[in-house]
């Protein structure tokens, strides 16, 4: 029963050379046109739902949603509510860049029903953001966050950590900054070297060496007993939230809800099917002019791949899974779940935890959490 709805909006201004989303720079965009898509491909998922619950949250992602007019998130979210309902307290994100011009929209965005948005600071230092490839500078950041708590009840900050030659020191004050200005959420991701960015192609060249793994596994401890003093423990592998401001839409993914992803690349879960709809602008435009919808592909899951992705998703959260739960949900034993010999060996090392029938990742482990999925799901489920 699909509850939340994401909405990708693929235009930026420009292209950050660490990014590998679904994102495209475009020197004009019919808003008119994309309205009309985006509206029609929304109407298909309603159609296609077994339920009509009402919406717990919607995700306006990309890209960079805040380039959208306030008037076209008005429309989307109005067309929403009239299909599915809204359930009290629906949390509604929008992911903004930090600079004046899109700050200066968080009014408006406010009055069409945004009442949380996650900033994409990445850096509050100037020659780092510079480094990031990023359109605004460290005052104007601050600034926008500011005025984003002015008009939303819910704030979150990105920010991008074990970068090339970073010191526990440097990081220890600028993560401190960042804690001081008070939001209820962060997203504190290492920076990670993604196979089609410029900066895969920087490294290759030898323009820049990333920072090593010993020296990141340092900078995440430092980073986790920071925030955990601070109020805001880490609940996910990279996020960290007061507690009861965790991103409920976020935790749908990782609890392996239902969710609808409309616009183009999103994905989606529903009725044990996966969907993905078209990556490149323009091919999804006229899949909804000649389909009504944007979707690429729609394939059924077997409940072994089910099963698999939710224990993928759920070893992220610190407070782990539910092994009984997850085999009753896709009826499979869960002894074919998890490898019990070797949970008991990492479990001995510190990196596992178990109680009855759950368990996760500890904060030792959670560095190596890419490692300790391929060791602990079961090869054959994975396979599956």
Same mark, same amino acid.
């Given at each position: 029963?699909?509850?939340?709805?994401?909405?990708?909006?693929?235009?930026?201004?420009?292209?950050?050379?660490?990014?590998?989303?679904?994102?495209?720079?475009?020197?004009?965009?019919? =808003?008119?046109?994309?309205?009309?898509?985006?509206?029609?491909?929304?109407?298909?998922?309603?159609?296609?739902?077994?339920?009509?619950?009402?919406?717990?949250?919607?995700?306006?992602?990309?890209?960079?949603?805040?380039?959208?007019?306030?008037?076209?998130? $008005?429309?989307?979210?109005?067309?929403?509510? +009239?299909?599915?309902?809204?359930?009290?307290?629906?949390?509604?994100?929008?992911?903004?860049?930090?600079?004046?011009?899109?700050?200066?929209?968080?009014?408006?965005?406010?009055?069409?029903?945004?009442?949380?948005?996650?900033?994409?600071?990445?850096?509050?230092?100037?020659?780092?953001?510079?480094?990031?490839? +990023?359109?605004?500078?460290?005052?104007?950041?601050?600034?926008? =966050? #500011?005025?984003?708590?002015?008009?939303?009840?819910?704030? /979150?900050?990105?920010?991008?950590?074990?970068?090339? #030659?970073?010191?526990?020191?440097?990081?220890?004050?600028?993560?401190?900054?960042?804690?001081?200005?008070?939001?209820?959420?962060?997203?504190?991701?290492?920076?990670?070297?993604?196979?089609?960015?410029?900066?895969?192609?920087?490294?290759?060249?030898?323009?820049?060496?990333?920072?090593?793994?010993?020296?990141?596994?340092?900078?995440?401890?430092?980073?986790? $007993?920071?925030?955990?003093?601070?109020?805001?423990?880490?609940?996910?592998?990279?996020?960290?939230?007061?507690?009861?401001?965790?991103?409920?839409?976020?935790?749908?993914?990782?609890?392996?809800?239902?969710?609808?992803?409309?616009?183009?690349?999103?994905?989606?879960? +529903?009725?044990?099917?996966?969907?993905?709809?078209?990556?490149?602008?323009?091919?999804?435009?006229?899949?909804?002019?000649?389909?009504?919808?944007?979707?690429?592909?729609?394939?059924?899951?077997?409940?072994?791949?089910?099963?698999?992705?939710?224990?993928?998703?759920?070893?992220?959260?610190?407070?782990?899974?539910?092994?009984?739960?997850?085999?009753?949900?896709?009826?499979?034993?869960?002894?074919?779940?998890?490898?019990?010999?070797?949970?008991?060996?990492?479990?001995?090392?510190?990196?596992?935890?178990?109680?009855? #029938?759950?368990?996760?990742?500890?904060?030792?482990?959670?560095?190596?959490?890419?490692?300790?999925?391929?060791?602990?799901?079961?090869?054959?489920?994975?396979? /599956?």
């Amino acid at each position: 029963m699909a509850r939340a709805l994401y909405i990708h909006w693929p235009f930026c201004l420009a292209k950050c050379p660490y990014c590998d989303f679904n994102s495209h720079v475009r020197q004009t965009t019919d =808003v008119t046109l994309w309205e009309t898509a985006l509206l029609a491909d929304m109407r298909h998922e309603h159609g296609e739902a077994c339920s009509d619950a009402p919406l717990t949250s919607i995700f306006f992602g990309g890209g960079t949603p805040s380039l959208m007019p306030p008037a076209l998130v $008005s429309t989307l979210l109005g067309e929403a509510e +009239r299909l599915w309902g809204f359930e009290p307290g629906i949390e509604i994100t929008l992911e903004a860049n930090p600079s004046s011009v899109e700050a200066a929209k968080f009014a408006e965005l406010a009055l069409a029903g945004v009442n949380r948005v996650s900033l994409g600071v990445q850096s509050l230092r100037d020659d780092v953001l510079r480094f990031l490839g +990023r359109l605004h500078g460290a005052d104007e950041a601050v600034k926008a =966050v #500011e005025v984003a708590q002015s008009h939303f009840s819910r704030v /979150s900050i990105d920010l991008i950590y074990a970068r090339p #030659e970073q010191s526990e020191n440097d990081w220890s004050m600028e993560l401190a900054e960042a804690l001081a200005l008070g939001t209820d959420h962060m997203s504190l991701y290492q920076l990670t070297i993604e196979p089609t960015t410029r900066f895969a192609t920087d490294v290759r060249r030898g323009i820049f060496d990333p920072l090593d793994d010993d020296n990141a596994a340092d900078l995440f401890a430092l980073t986790r $007993s920071m925030t955990d003093a601070a109020g805001l423990p880490a609940y996910e592998v990279s996020n960290h939230a007061r507690p009861g401001q965790e991103s409920r839409h976020n935790l749908t993914y990782w609890r392996y809800q239902d969710y609808i992803g409309i616009g183009p690349g999103a994905h989606g879960r +529903r009725r044990n099917e996966a969907t993905v709809r078209h990556k490149k602008p323009e091919n999804y435009l006229s899949a909804v002019a000649d389909h009504s919808h944007g979707i690429a592909e729609a394939r059924m899951l077997d409940r072994r791949e089910q099963a698999s992705e939710a224990l993928l998703m759920g070893l992220r959260l610190d407070e782990g899974i539910d092994l009984a739960a997850i085999g009753g949900r896709f009826d499979v034993t869960t002894s074919s779940l998890i490898d019990v010999s070797k949970m008991a060996l990492y479990r001995d090392l510190g990196l596992v935890w178990s109680r009855e #029938e759950k368990i996760g990742v500890t904060p030792q482990g959670m560095p190596l959490l890419d490692a300790l999925l391929g060791e602990l799901v079961q090869a054959d489920l994975v396979a /599956s």
